[in-house]
């Protein structure tokens, strides 16, 4: 049978919005969203929600883990064509910017993958991980000269950003004009935009994505006349299918590695130093023995934090799932936060254990053919730059309230105090 079509609302306070489609919802905080998804992994069958005028289709939530990735393993049936962002992004912007791998399917998306992943040989990964071990210390050794700050701006932000420029072939005097439009082009993704902000801040954005495309075809340009053993060259030498890549397929692609793999990672990493902070017993346990327990520690930070807090889907065959019948043009929406928090998976799901074994959390996805390529190379950032805060007195921590932002894409870190002191056996110097 199909459930109700209203989120069950009693465990959060009076009068807070517990639909999804509501904007209200992402403005709540965080604890009362999961407990609203918490409501919907009770009901029997997938919820629809419906946005208001303007907004978007309506679309069913799937919040249970087993749904999350069941959807996700079949894309066949769940699509990511046209899209998987809130709003889905517009034919013109697709034929201005070109088509995101994220929002492919099929042979093209196979095709396209098989090409970039070819591109990440298993030199040029050896080469990054040595290279991350070393932008981490000496990001922690410029955060021990500061003695205090924001960690975002002292390494949260730079250390994938840098990894990602390192490893692309991203020429030092590009990259601060680089990372201000990453920073622009991702500053509202999936914020709520009021008054006439919801019409100037989108043109701001996608300027600074035309601006950052720019800046991308001419290093490309650059690197066909004089080739180097990093991405960019790789891949504009690479072909799918017998033809070479298009202006706009490189730059859909560097817009999603530069947004997306340092956004995610940066999130990951902020929220990694709160829940160090905040849980001083689990901090301990990996102070003590970090080779033994860091892998373990960055599996539960990313399942915790659950840095995409969500994608959406378009059903293009009739399917059976978690007790609702979808038919072609239903849209649903993989809930990572949710599924990352499911009691039926994981026990004590809210606790933050860095020991948690076994771990299935869908934190860069629900497998299949879209699980997320860069998800080895942001654990080893988030491994190394720990590494050196934990081995270096160890005395960094968050302190004061970060700035949190409000978004219904991602968990995101705007900002966050850090303070760092060498601890010594009489005391702290």
Known sequence: MNAPTQAPADRVRRGAPADPADPGFWRLPRS?????????RELDA???????????????????????????????VFASAPGVTTPEPARWAKAVFGNSMVNMDGAEHAALRRTISRAFTP??????????????????DEMVAEGSGDFMRSAGARM??????????????????????????SEYVGVQRRGRARLRVPGRGLRSLARMQYDMAAVARERRRVPADDVISA???????????????????FSLLLVAGVETTRNAIAHGLLL????????????????????GAVEEIVRHSTPIIQFRRTVVA??????????PGDKVVLLYASANRDASVFEDPDAFDITRSPNPHLGYGGGGPHHCLGAHLAK??????????????????????????????????????????????????
């Open 235 to 253: 891949l504009v030498r690479a072909d799918v299918g017998g033809e070479a890549l298009s202006a706009r397929q490189l730059g859909a692609f």
């Open 123 to 140: 030199r040029l990964l050896a080469a990054a991980e040595e290279n991350i071990a070393a932008v981490a210390r000496r990001l922690v």
């Open 46 to 76: 997938p919820v629809r929600f419906t946005p208001r005028t303007g907004a978007g289709a309506p679309f069913y939530a799937l919040v249970k883990h087993a749904d999350v990735r069941a959807a996700s393993r079949q894309p066949q």
């Open 318 to 327: 009739e399917c059976d799932l978690g007790g609702r019948t979808f038919v």
């Open 160 to 185: 994938p950003f840098e990894v990602i420029c390192d490893l692309m072939g991203v020429p030092g005097r590009r990259r601060a004009r680089i990372a201000s439009r990453v920073d622009r082009t």
């Open 380 to 429: 080893l950032e988030m491994k190394a730059l720990f590494r050196e805060m934990l081995t270096r007195g160890p005395g960094f921590r968050a302190v004061g309230e970060p700035g949190l932002v409000d978004s219904s894409f991602d968990n995101r870190v705007g900002s966050l105090p850090f303070s760092f002191e060498f601890l010594h056996p009489n005391g702290p110097h």
């Open 276 to 295: 160090l902070t905040g849980h001083p017993e689990q901090r301990a346990l990996l102070e003590a023995d970090f080779d033994r327990y860091a892998d």
């Open 32 to 40: 009362e969203r999961l407990a609203v998804f918490a409501g919907l």
